[in-house]
């Protein structure tokens, strides 16, 4: 089990934001998957009727390890939920707690197709059907809890019912490597798995020990996909990106370099007013599904197939 350092000081920095319903899904969502869950833990909500309005207001309120760059923070909050989002973040400076154990306590497990995303306390509760996923609670960071990751997974489990199982499964990003731990538990074969932070990469490596996926998924510290690692097993017919709209757009044109013939992207972390942008980086790759989640989209992209691949899986199905 990875030990994770939970916030804990003299003081904590928080920032709150008081919004509607989606704005401050959207806010939470994006916090949660932009940082470790040591670095923040995030709380979302419903404060019932505003004054006045008639209309639900929601708080969301993200508690800091270290002091944060407000300015960055406001922007990130704007990303997500409007420049009104980012005007309104306030901050402020409390007395310390293990604020990322209070906030995680009351995690639920989560299914998502036939996966179910749980924690220790939740093993036994797992129906027989279904492909179980422990994700320590300290690490909620990605834990399927969020629209993207959620998202994500059933797409797997859509892919994972088609007529041909991909045999080269790339997961850029991969987080706690719940994503690639799917990828090798449902379809049985070998993942490779990358994150830029090396924390990460240690904590998925062991995630990935103990859902009995440490045999198939290889995980590795790299920045993109131009690793020798990546390149060496290319060209994979499954990969997974759920990053955010500007590094899927850097990353466009090298994912799809390393997309074999017939092979489909699976890709997240996009607001659904985003969707048309990611979709002009990855042309000329067609749509086959799209997941809205809230506020969140996960595409499903597919590369065309030659006639001569199509050919020679009819001599040899």
Same mark, same amino acid.
């Given at each position: 089990?990875?030990?994770?350092?939970?916030?804990?000081?003299?003081?904590?920095?928080?920032?709150?934001?008081?919004?509607?319903?989606? /704005?401050?899904?959207?806010?939470?969502?994006?916090?949660?998957?932009?940082?470790?869950?040591?670095?923040?833990?995030?709380?979302?909500?419903?404060?019932?009727?505003?004054?006045?309005?008639?209309?639900?207001?929601?708080?969301?309120?993200?508690?800091?390890?270290?002091?944060?760059?407000?300015? @960055?923070?406001?922007?990130?909050? /704007?990303?997500?939920?409007?420049?009104?989002?980012?005007?309104? %973040?306030?901050?402020?400076?409390?007395?310390?707690?293990?604020?990322?154990?209070?906030?995680?306590? &009351? %995690?639920?497990?989560?299914?998502? &197709?036939?996966?179910?995303?749980?924690?220790?306390?939740?093993?036994?509760?797992?129906?027989?059907?279904?492909?179980?996923?422990?994700?320590?609670?300290?690490?909620?960071?990605?834990?399927?809890?969020?629209?993207?990751?959620?998202?994500?997974?059933? @797409?797997?489990?859509?892919? &994972?019912?088609? @007529?041909?199982?991909?045999?080269?499964?790339?997961?850029? &990003?991969?987080?706690?490597?719940?994503?690639?731990?799917?990828?090798?538990?449902?379809?049985?074969?070998?993942?490779?798995?990358?994150?830029?932070?090396?924390?990460?990469?240690?904590?998925?490596?062991?995630?990935?020990?103990?859902?009995?996926?440490?045999?198939?998924?290889?995980?590795?510290?790299?920045?993109?996909?131009?690793?020798?690692?990546?390149?060496?097993?290319?060209?994979?017919?499954?990969?997974?990106?759920?990053?955010?709209?500007?590094?899927?757009?850097?990353?466009?044109?090298?994912?799809?370099?390393?997309? /074999?013939?017939?092979?489909?992207?699976? %890709?997240?972390?996009?607001?659904?007013?985003?969707?048309?942008?990611?979709?002009?980086?990855?042309?000329?790759?067609?749509?086959?599904?799209?997941?809205?989640?809230?506020?969140?989209?996960?595409?499903?992209?597919?590369?065309?197939?030659?006639?001569?691949?199509?050919?020679?899986?009819?001599?040899?199905?």
């Amino acid at each position: 089990m990875s030990s994770v350092t939970s916030i804990a000081a003299a003081e904590t920095r928080l920032a709150i934001l008081e919004t509607g319903e989606l /704005a401050a899904r959207r806010v939470a969502d994006l916090f949660a998957e932009s940082f470790a869950a040591d670095e923040v833990a995030v709380s979302l909500v419903d404060n019932g009727e505003g004054p006045n309005t008639g209309q639900r207001i929601w708080r969301v309120t993200i508690h800091f390890a270290a002091p944060p760059d407000e300015a @960055a923070m406001r922007e990130l909050a /704007a990303a997500a939920g409007g420049d009104n989002a980012g005007q309104a %973040l306030r901050f402020e400076t409390i007395a310390a707690k293990d604020w990322v154990g209070e906030s995680l306590a &009351g %995690l639920k497990p989560v299914t998502a &197709g036939r996966f179910v995303i749980h924690g220790a306390h939740d093993r036994d509760s797992v129906p027989s059907n279904h492909i179980g996923i422990e994700i320590e609670a300290a690490l909620a960071f990605g834990t399927g809890h969020h629209g993207t990751t959620r998202g994500c997974l059933l @797409a797997l489990d859509h892919i &994972g019912k088609g @007529a041909h199982t991909p045999r080269r499964i790339l997961d850029v &990003g991969t987080g706690t490597g719940i994503l690639a731990i799917a990828g090798a538990r449902a379809l049985r074969q070998n993942v490779i798995a990358t994150d830029i932070d090396i924390g990460s990469v240690r904590v998925a490596r062991e995630n990935a020990r103990l859902n009995r996926a440490g045999d198939r998924v290889k995980f590795f510290h790299a920045n993109g996909i131009t690793a020798p690692e990546i390149r060496a097993r290319a060209p994979f017919d499954l990969v997974f990106a759920n990053i955010l709209l500007g590094p899927l757009q850097r990353l466009a044109a090298p994912i799809r370099s390393v997309l /074999a013939p017939g092979g489909r992207i699976v %890709l997240s972390g996009i607001l659904h007013a985003q969707a048309n942008a990611v979709l002009a980086a990855y042309r000329p790759l067609t749509l086959e599904r799209r997941f809205e989640l809230e506020g969140w989209t996960t595409l499903v992209l597919r590369r065309g197939v030659r006639r001569s691949v199509i050919a020679r899986r009819r001599d040899h199905p």
